[in-house]
């Protein structure tokens, strides 16, 4: 049974300062940003959020690598340049976050529900987002290489000048999402379904098919050829 509790931002800062770590169960939910966690800046690598409620949370430019946020719910929180190096984030629920410049390299998003959330410029290599479920989400320049998509759900997101380079794309369903100016190059699509998506100078050289899209203009095809919507060049 997840035990709830409640606390302050100083008793927090104090009690991680004194060596503790676990603070999963909490349960913290402010109608405003004053209300939440205020740990902008904070340095909290390794910290154990898992079962968690942080509501208005501002950890903007926060140190959380190597953190346990597994199941958490992070809703209009402020994480822009957050560190979240290898964070554990599997079944975590993200709801109208601000995630801009924020470092995810190698983190774990396993079956997360992303919703309505903004990526802009932030760094997603080796990100596993297998059976995650992104929604009216923004990853506008975002690096997205190596990624792990297999099973995920893409639904009415934006994607420009993003790099999927050698990311992985199987049993992915996307829907009504835009990639404008991005890259997959040496990407494996395989077995993906969807509709209503669009792409405007987009890269497939070497990837293993081509993302299905209902609109696409000037797009570099696998083998080098450009297709625009005429037709091929």
């Not at 346990?68 to 290898?86: I, V």
């Not at 190059?185 to 098919?209: H, L, P």
């Amino acid at each position: 049974m997840t035990r709830i509790m409640q606390i302050t931002t100083k008793k927090l800062l104090e009690r991680y300062a004194a060596g503790e770590r676990d603070f999963s169960g909490l349960e913290l939910q402010g109608e405003h940003r004053s209300e939440g966690l205020q740990l902008k800046g904070a340095h909290l690598p390794g910290i154990n959020f898992s079962g968690s409620k942080l509501k208005f949370a501002v950890l903007d430019d926060a140190n959380l690598e190597g953190a346990n946020l597994r199941g958490t719910e992070l809703w209009n929180c402020e994480l822009s340049d957050a560190n979240l190096k290898g964070a554990n984030l599997r079944g975590a629920e993200l709801y109208d976050c601000r995630l801009s410049d924020a470092n995810l390299n190698g983190s774990d998003l396993q079956e997360a529900n992303i919703l309505e959330s903004f990526f802009d410029m932030a760094c997603l290599v080796n990100v596993n987002l297998e059976g995650t479920v992104l929604f009216y989400c923004g990853f506008d320049r975002a690096n997205l290489e190596r990624v792990n998509l297999c099973g995920a759900k893409i639904d009415r997101c934006v994607f420009e000048q993003c790099n999927f380079t050698e990311a992985i794309f199987v049993r992915t369903k996307i829907c009504g999402s835009g990639f404008d100016y991005t890259c997959f190059q040496n990407v494996r699509f395989e077995d993906c379904d969807g509709y209503d998506n669009y792409a405007e100078f987009a890269d497939f050289r070497g990837a293993s098919s081509v993302l299905i899209l209902e609109y696409y203009r000037q797009t570099i095809m696998p083998d080098g050829s450009v297709v625009t919507s005429d037709g091929i060049d």
